[in-house]
C-alpha cells in the first residue's frame, strides 16, 4: 500500500546512518529521558511528528473533514466507553482498497478506506477501531520496543517505525531492516499472541460498553480468516500484522456468544461515508451507473446514502442540475447530517451561489456545532462570497475554541490576505505551518511579518515575542543534534 513509502522512508533514514545526531533530522530529538523509557509524552511527540510527515508527503493521506469527522466521532464514542475515557486519541485515513487499521505512538490510529467499505456494519468497523484503541491504551507498541532495552535513541525510535512499516507492508519493513543490519526489528514484525488476546478482550469489553453488537468483532475477524485462506498468499494486511490464531477466533466467538443479544442498527452517517469513498472511486459516470442501478434494482441497507452517492457523482461529472435534482429527491425522505448538509452547501458552490452555501453552513452549524468540516466549509464559502469581515469574526471565534487547530490558521491567513492585512497574514500562516511541525518555514513567515510594516504597536510587539520564542526553539534542537540526545 502507498503508506509505507512515508513509513519506510523514516525508518531508513534513521537506520542506516550510524550517528544518532543524523538519525534526528528525521524524526524528533528525545533527549536522555528516552534512554531509560517511552513515557507517554515522548510517545506523543513521535506520533505527532510521524502523522506530519504522512500529511505532508504522502499521497494517500485522505484530507477530507467529513470522513474525518465521522472517523473520530465513532473512535470517540469507543474511547469515551474504555477504561480510560480521557485517553487523547486521533483518528485518520488512508486511501487503500486493503483491509489494514495501525496504530502509532501517542494514541494516533490510521485506517485504510478499505476497512470501511469492507465492514458489513458499523459494529464490525467499531470492532476494528476498539481492537486498535486497546493496543493503545495498553502501550503495546512502547512495551515491545522496550522488551529490546535498547540504550540508543536512534535505534529504538527505528524499531518503532520499523514496526508500524512492517505492519502495512510486511516486504517493505524486512528490506529496509535487511538494508540497515537491524535484524533484532525482525522479530517484532507483528504484535505478539499475548499482546493480541489482550488487545482482543479489552476491545470487546469497549465494543459492549459502547452500545454495539459485540458479534461484529468475531464476524469482521472470521471474514478475513476465511480471505486469507482463499487467497493463501495474499491474506489481508491486516491479518499479517495482527495475525489471528484458532485459539483467537474461537475467544471471540464464545464471548459473543455468552453475551446478551443485542441488533444495533448502523447511523446514517456510516452509510453515507461509505457511500462517499465509492463515488469517489473510478469515473464519475462509473459513480453514476452504480447508483442508478442499485436505485432501480431497490438494492441498497439506505435509499439516502445511495442517492448521496448518486448526487455526490454527478456534481463530480459537473451536472449541477443533476446534482440538485438527486439531493432534492433525498431530502424529500427527511434525512439529517451533517454530511447531506456540505454536499447541499457543495451543489451551491458549484452553481455560482456561494451565499446560499454559507447560508446553508450556517444553518446547519446550528445543529452540528462539532462539526469541524461545516466550519471548514462555513470559512471557505464566506472567503468565496467575499465576505471577509464576516469570515474574520468567525474565524477569530473559531479560533479561540480551538487554538491548535491548523486549519483554522490558514483559512485566517487567506481572510487577512483578502483584506490586505500583511503582517497579520503572515502571523497567521507562521502558526499554520508550525502547528505542522514545520518550524523553518514558520520563522520565515514571522520574519515577513516583521517587515509588513501594517500593523499596530501591539500586534508589532507580539510578532517579535512569538519570533524570539520560535527562535529558541531552533537554536535548542540544533544543539540537540550536535550532541546526538
Known sequence: MPLPRIVAALLTATVVTASPALATDELPDLGEAAR?????????RIGERILNEIRLREPSYVDDPELSDYLNHLGGRLVAASANPTADCYFFLIRDSTVNAFAMFGGFIGVNTGTLLTAQSESELAAVLAHEISHVLQSHLARQIQREKQSSVATM??????????RSNSQVATAAIASAQAGSIQ????????????AD???F??????????????DFFGRLQQAGRVYENSAPVYMRSHPLTVERMSDMQNRAQSAPYRQVAGSLDFHLVRAKLRAQMGTPQEGISEFGRQLREKKYASEVAVRYGLSYSL???????GAQREFDALAALKPSSPLLAGLAAAIRIADNDPGGAAAIYRDALQRYPQSTALTYGYAEALLTAKQYEQARLFLDAQLQLH???????GLSARTFSATGKRLQQHRAQAEFYLLQGQLGPAVEQLQFAQQAGDGSFFE???????LRELRRLQVEEAKQKRTGL
Open 201 to 203: 478482550r479489552v476491545g
Open 315 to 321: 456534481l463530480r461529472a459537473k451536472d449541477v442540475a
Open 205 to 218: 469489553q469497549t465494543l459492549s460498553q459502547a452500545g454495539f453488537d459485540v458479534r461484529g468483532m468475531a
Open 36 to 44: 531509560a523509557e517511552l513515557s507517554p509524552q515522548l510517545e506523543r
Open 187 to 198: 522479530a517484532q514484525l507483528a504484535y505478539s499472541r499475548d499482546f493480541e488476546r489482550e
Open 403 to 409: 487554538t491548535s487547530d491548523y486549519k483554522l490558521h
Open 157 to 166: 525510535i527505528a524499531m518503532a517505525v520499523g514496526v508500524l512499516a512492517a
Open 460 to 466: 508589532q510587539s507580539a510578532v517579535d515575542a512569538r
